[in-house]
């Protein structure tokens, strides 16, 4: 069981592949290959574009993503409370499981006044909790404090929270909702309608006292 | 012959591979690099084999189902036989590799091993680092529990603090508009395909270079990096002062690969595995997110910058940092390697480091954060209720009731986010006191509109009670020469807290 399988050695190797190349580099046959890779190159730009649609789809569907939610029957907040609710979000697949139940905190102000707020911090999206003994929104990340009408009081946040349009109909409290609040929605800091305010205080809250929805 | 020698030398004539190894591992190597400082780089690469064993053997298991996933963790953990060694392993080997090769990458700056002819190992080695991060963050995400639902969320966030494309770019993270299942599949793909992918192709080239460009000596003040002359004098010292790298120094990497895998085995043995924490649901907001132990230096960063300053630091210092250590090898490419002659590498490396345990230290009891429960689960010590008038014991009542101790300690309980009051009433004034409560300031939010005044009365007189013995509450001169209509107070000294001893 005597093999020979005797290796090239590699100089002459490769001075070998260098004569080849040397005859084949203005012949048909080299002309054959660079049409080839041309050819490669053409399907693959052409296979590239699927792919990236794909990898982009979920970014491409953007607009589709809002859509009005039922909160249910307005006249189970009751007023100058704060109530935790949640809501299935409306685009949803039934693998998400316990993930596309989505928390809100909806404050009657007075009487049919209702203001709808993300839980999520509008620092970094962790979600505060509402203490109804000091009336504030306490972030637990990073510290953040915000007041019962969700402007903000102290910490990392440099705005107030992030609220959902609301709209009342056949008696029901409804929010336009579906996708993450972060500041790069329409969620983010818009200039206020009033000029006068001090830099300060607009730093601290974009809007307050406006009724205006930041979320979108 | 034998017949294991036949078999060999028929498998050999096949493969061929008897040469190219048997160069890798015999090339010399200066023999100063035969030391236990250059043992970091081997073990990286085995806690990299163990996490892509430990890892294969978890998705024998897993399935990235957001319905599913957070059982199914809690079978690996408790029916599947040695389920929760094998998820244990794979956590602690994460911290252990991130570790390893921070150190690692610490040695080789050190030692100048960035500089010419190894720029290119470097800048991948760069990328190795980020990838073994990013390891880290996608699999805490797999193992898909509160902590990930809401590390998730910050990501999120993060991300749509970027301009004009911000939105597009959470979209694309998150798989959709809202964390869910498409965000976990879309982290499984990137945590078992395609990060472990390029991870250990970048691997393989980083490894290559070493073997092709020689492991680097160890320096010597005055011996300096010339492009001429470097690797000839490289081949000299490996040559003439060198050995051959297997077994002269391979055999410290071997040992020290055995210790640390003994170390994550008993880590995972001792402390068992990571979570899960509660469900991946975002209606229990009650939750208070941690990160990984890698990120919690970020965690404390984040809580101490200043409003205006978070999206310019999260947006422009990671491409920083990252552009200064892929340019290192182009700007201090050639020179002094040695340690002794660069005072500057030394005192980065040693400022970074006590920066990192002093964030990291710090982000393990979060002294930013409202203690959510010290307000009904922390009660105030009886020493401070103790001879007070009910007023005094009323506003202790407020205190505790308007959640003040979330913030404020008081006898070494509640929160750490505002000042301890044990002894506020030596550092403020009634007047400031009340000034305080009321408009809040400095961190503090006003508390004008949830207070009535009686409650705030109360409050501040029992604010007001808060002093050692020995020292007398502070107070406003002027306000005293008022109420005693002229002339100075007999005594500034105010009865407090044991104030029966003093009368
Ligand atoms: S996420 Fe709320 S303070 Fe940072």
Known sequence: MDEKLPPPSPQEQEQEQEQLLERDRISRRSFLMNVGLAINA??????????????????????????WVDLGDAAKFNPGETKLVSFRNPFTNE????????????????????????????????????????????????????????????????????????????????IEAGQMPTLSNRAAVRPCREQSQPTLVKRIAPCPGTDEPTIG | ???????????????????????????????????????????????????????????????????HAWNILQVLNHQVPLGWFLRAMHGWGSNFMVAVVVIHMAQVFLFGAYKFPRELTWIIGVFLLLLTLGMAFTGQVLRFDQDAYWGLAIGASILGRVPWIGGQLVQLMLGGPIINGATLTRFFALHVFILPGTLLVLTGLHVWMVVKLGINEWPMPGRLVRRETYIQEYNELAHKDGLPFFPGAAWKDAYFAAAILLAVAICAAIFGPY?????????????????????????????????????PFLLIVPPIVIAVLLGLPFVAGVGEKSWWRRPVAVFTVMFLAVCWASFTHLATSTPWSPKMNAWSGSPIPTAFLEHRTPLERQGANVFQEKQCRNCHSIG??????????????????????????????????????????????????????????YQPAASDASRAVAEQGGGPPASTVEPGNGQHKTQ
Not at chain 2, 9 to 16: G, I, N, P, Y
Not at chain 2, 455 to 468: G, Q, S, Y
Request: net charge neutral.
């Open chain 2, 275 to 311: 979570g899960p924490t509660g469900t991946p649901d975002p209606t229990i907001i009650n939750t208070v997110p941690r990160p990984d132990p890698p990120f919690l230096w970020i965690y404390t960063v984040l809580s101490y910058l200043p409003p205006e300053m978070e999206t």
């Open chain 2, 412 to 469: 070494g309980s509640g929160g750490e986010r505002g000042p301890a009051l044990d002894d506020v009433a030596t550092r403020l004034t009634e007047d400031q006191l009340i000034r305080q409560v009321l408009l809040g300031g400095g961190n503090m939010p006003a508390y004008g509109s949830t207070l009535s005044p009686p409650e705030t009365t109360a409050l501040v007189r029992f604010l007001n009670t808060l002093h050692p013995n």
């Open chain 1, 42 to 67: 053409a399907v693959g730009v052409l296979l590239a574009v699927p792919v990236v649609a794909y990898i982009l789809g979920p970014v491409m569907r953007r607009r589709e993503y809002l859509t």
């Open chain 2, 1 to 67: 012959m034998s017949w294991y020698r036949r078999t060999y030398d028929w498998l050999e004539r096949r493969l061929q591979l008897e040469g190219p190894i048997k160069d890798a591992v015999l090339h010399p190597v200066p023999k100063s690099t035969a030391s236990w400082w250059y043992v970091f780089g081997s073990a990286s690469a085995v806690l990299l084999v163990l996490q892509v064993v430990t890892g294969i053997l978890l998705a024998l298991v897993y399935s990235p189902s957001a319905s």
């Open chain 1, 95 to 174: 693998w998400d499981g316990e993930t596309a139940n989505i928390p809100a905190y909806v404050r009657t102000a007075a009487p049919g006044r209702y203001t709808v707020f993300a839980v999520n911090c509008a620092h970094l999206g962790c979600p505060v909790r509402w203490f109804s003994e000091s009336q504030l929104f306490m972030c637990p990340c990073h510290g953040g404090v915000y007041y019962a009408d969700g402007s903000r009081a102290s910490g990392p946040p440099e705005r107030g929270l992030f609220e959902y349009p609301t709209k009342i109909e056949n008696g029901h409290l409804l």
